[in-house]
């Protein structure tokens, strides 16, 4: 699409999450146990939409709530279920205050 960037993401995406997307995020994820270690492999085997765990700067998440709702289509979601997510990551939303914190109501671990 035009309206792309070369991430595949819709270069109009709210960078921040409206009311509702936090209210939505908050009765979908608690804060997590960040001391749960996982190694890579139980990040490959939650590759799917049920069950979507991606891998961020060394922390695990559990991103299955956020599809959906996800202002940037679920599809930008979706590519990062099973994988290292970091790059994809970092290239939209590193550094920015909204994702950032939106992406920690989803951390359930840390990579081993």
């Known amino acids: 699409d035009a ?7 819709n270069e109009n995406d709210d960078d921040d ?16 146990d960040t001391t749960t270690v996982y190694a890579m492999s ?6 799917t939409e ?6 961020i700067r ?17 599809r930008n979601i979706l590519r990062l279920c099973g994988i290292d997510g970091t790059a994809a990551f970092e290239g939209k939303h590193g550094g920015k205050e909204g994702p950032e914190t939106t992406l920690a109501w989803f951390q359930i671990g840390v990579l081993q």
């Open 3 to 9: 309206d792309e960037d070369e991430n595949g993401e």
């Open 17 to 32: 999450m409206n009311d509702d997307d936090k209210n939505d995020a908050a009765a979908n994820t608690a804060p997590a």
């Open 42 to 47: 139980d990040i490959a085997a939650n590759n």
């Open 50 to 55: 049920s069950s979507c765990w991606t891998t």
């Open 58 to 74: 060394g922390n695990v998440y559990n991103l299955s709530a956020w599809i959906d709702a996800h202002p940037g289509w679920d």
